[in-house]
């Protein structure tokens, strides 16, 4: 417990150079080359403090009460030693560095620094922005409810039956009743819980209420006997209602990327792996996450992946880094499935595979939140990711090597129908803001909704998005009727028209809303940032015009 020599204190702060010197290596793996730590030995076993232990010691000895913001000062001395590591790791480049270990020491800089990070997610208090304050979300009254049951009403030309049309009558009415009046309080339990991230109580109770009332997986195939056995259809137009209330689809268990996993397992899962994976997530007592995008290569081509996934006996060694992996930070999440190349030899389309990799499996780490338009979007949150020398049991692929891209598209489609559904919802509960606000808002001794500009964006939103509506309902049959590889045209048009339209929608219930608008006031904010993400999320709206465009020329016996 003596002071680090003088010569060390490079940074002038006592605290610092003990933390440097002392306890880093309580956060560092035994087996590393430099800056080797203690590991998961037995402290107690081998007469070691703990570092609580240690930290009582040291401000005894120093005549201190307690060191606050302790972690900053432990951080710090990480990020400083993997500031020296680079600098190492830079002259071993060059050829000039003093040790013939310099490239392997100085390549652990990034691997240390992710250390730092993951302290930082863990304690550092949150710089995100709230959803919208507790108090200013959308008061929630019968008129809502009425303009919804009048639109179900409407003759529709896509098929729903009796049962479907109940069923989502009951949804409707457990959405009014019981979930948007409960928005303000799970806002609030979420942003009292940080910097942890924590389900709410709210969200759990909810939950519960929704299985009892058998409004649960709805999402599932029509032929999954877990689901409602609804057709895409019949689930479309019940995702349009869960758009409205963005903590809604967690409530009925038909949340993504919880769906899509769910869906993979459900159809291409071993015996073994469903009993594992799928049952606790049908039940909703876990959550997952699905981990493609990657940060150094543009992942809209998912041939640019290059996370490995490399042969090892009767395991799996994954290597890579990912990002923007959605749920990954909920700690609920216990299981990922990533996706990886397994052999580059391979034709183009089959050098990727999907493997499960349990969140605790040694090697995988998360090294923090990234966030979208400021926000973070807890507990769910959006990772980057590690995967170092992660070993998993080769049981663990899905469906064989080489058939990532052909799960993918299985995956997609559907998806892709829930995604745009629930951005017409968005854009329904946006219409409603814009109306009910031009309806009490006076400027100029007249109501914003006595002028022209204004009944014209009214009129614009409700045209747009019965148009976005139609599209993507005929995607939805089509996929009953071909497939989502017969439907792929059709998903790629919705995957472009939707989001956009939800986005004009939003940007003019904004414009009518003043400074509110662009504010944490209303949801509104929040909501355009929720679509503009859509634009790029399951694919940017390039590739699927490029789609749609390549199909049209080979109706026309053309190739572009």
Known sequence: LSPAPAHCNTTKNTICTNEYHSCMVYHMPAEW???????????????????????????????????????????????????????????????????????????????????????VRKNAPSQSLPLYRPHAALSVNASLFEAWKKRADLPSPFPVSARAQAMREEVMRFLVDRVMPREEEHAAEIEAGRPQWVNSKVMEELKAQAKAAHLWNM????????????????????????????????????????????????RFGTPEQKKRWLEP???????????????EVASSDATNIQTEIADDGDHYVINGRKWYISGAGDPRCKICIVMGRTDPAAPVHQQQSMVLVPMDTPGVSITGPCTVFGYDDAPHGHMEMVFRDVRVPKANIILGEGRGFEISQARLGPGRIHHCMRMIGLAERAQHMLITRA????????????????????????????????????????????????????????????PNMTLRVIDRAIQVHGAAGVSSTTFLAYAYAQARTIRIADGPDAVHQRTVARIEARRMNAKL
């Open 439 to 498: 309806l009490n808002r006076v400027a100029f001794s007249r109501k914003l909704s006595e002028y022209s500009s204004i009944q014209q964006d009214i009129a614009n939103n409700r045209i747009e998005i019965e148009q976005a509506r139609l599209l993507t309902l005929q995607a939805a049959f089509a996929i009953d009727k071909m497939g989502a590889k017969g439907a792929r045209a059709h998903i790629a048009m919705i995957k472009v028209a939707v």
């Open 281 to 295: 997530l049908l039940e909703g007592t876990i959550r997952s996450c699905f981990a493609m995008t990657e940060p």
């Open 33 to 119: 080359v430099a800056f080797t730590g203690l590991g998961e030995i037995d402290y107690k076993e081998r007469g070691i403090p703990t570092e609580e232990e240690y930290i009582r010691a040291y401000c005894k000895r120093t005549g201190r009460r307690e060191i606050k913001d302790w972690y900053f000062y432990l951080v710090f001395s990480i990020f400083r030693a993997a500031a020296i590591l680079q600098g190492v790791f830079k002259r071993s480049k060059q050829g000039n560095a003093s040790s013939a270990k310099a490239a392997v020491v100085g390549a652990m800089a990034s691997h240390l620094a992710g250390v730092g990070w993951e302290m």
């Open 219 to 266: 999402f599932l195939p029509k032929e999954a006997a877990e689901g409602a056995q609804l057709t895409n259809v019949e689930y479309a137009t019940i995702a349009e209602m869960l758009g409205t209330c963005l903590m809604s689809s967690e409530v009925f268990n038909c949340a993504a990327p919880d769906t899509g996993n769910m869906e993979v397992l459900h």
